[in-house]
């Protein structure tokens, strides 16, 4: 069964003004489903492997050389972009308590992780990723990768993300990634964000 493009669980334009609905447009129909059909495509040359994405990118070198990189960069992209959709929500939503003592345990205050968050995603250089993270430690860390790259590669297990590839910001804020990482910060969905920091903890 080849791995498919989730549909958004809201409207296009429900998440108007900070993510405009062109946007949403492209980046879920062309660009999650052009990494969807290239991991089905690299998938289909090895059927032996299987297509849990999340087990096979977790342990890189146990995926066929002549496929890796094409898993790494579609496979990561699917998995990334299918997590991002779930992390935002047009309703208003607040970290759990657990989840706020945490942050504040591992970064001071909730003004000093967003800070961090944001310095990752503005200094990320090029494509990729930002991220709040559960360590191999079980504490939370905000870290970045490249391109498509998951922290699922690094052991780590991503309960925040952003995408920070111009595909993501450019229709509605051009060059300036400063002002999407802020607007992104007013459509995350704590409660997504809850339930996966108590699975991965």
Known sequence: MAIILPDLPYAYDALEPYIDAETMHLHHDKHHQTYVNNANAALEKHPEIGEDLEALLADVESIPADIRQALINNGGGHLNHALFW????????????????????????????????????????????????????????????????????????????????????????????????????????????????????
Request: aromatic content about 14%.
């Open 86 to 201: 779930e992390l935002m929500t047009p309703e208003k939503t607040a970290p759990s308590a657990e989840l706020a003592a945490a942050i504040d345990a591992t970064f001071g205050s909730f003004e000093e992780f967003q800070a961090a968050f944001t310095a990752a995603a503005t200094t990320r250089f090029g494509s990729g990723w930002a991220w709040l993270v559960v360590n191999k430690e079980g504490k939370l860390e905000v870290t970045s990768t490249a391109n498509q790259d998951t922290p699922i590669s690094e052991g780590k297990k991503p309960i925040l993300g952003l995408d920070v590839w111009e595909h993501a910001y450019y229709v509605k804020y051009r060059n300036v990634r400063p002002d999407y990482i802020k607007a992104f910060f007013s459509v995350i969905n704590w409660n997504k964000v809850d339930e996966l920091y108590a699975v991965a903890k």
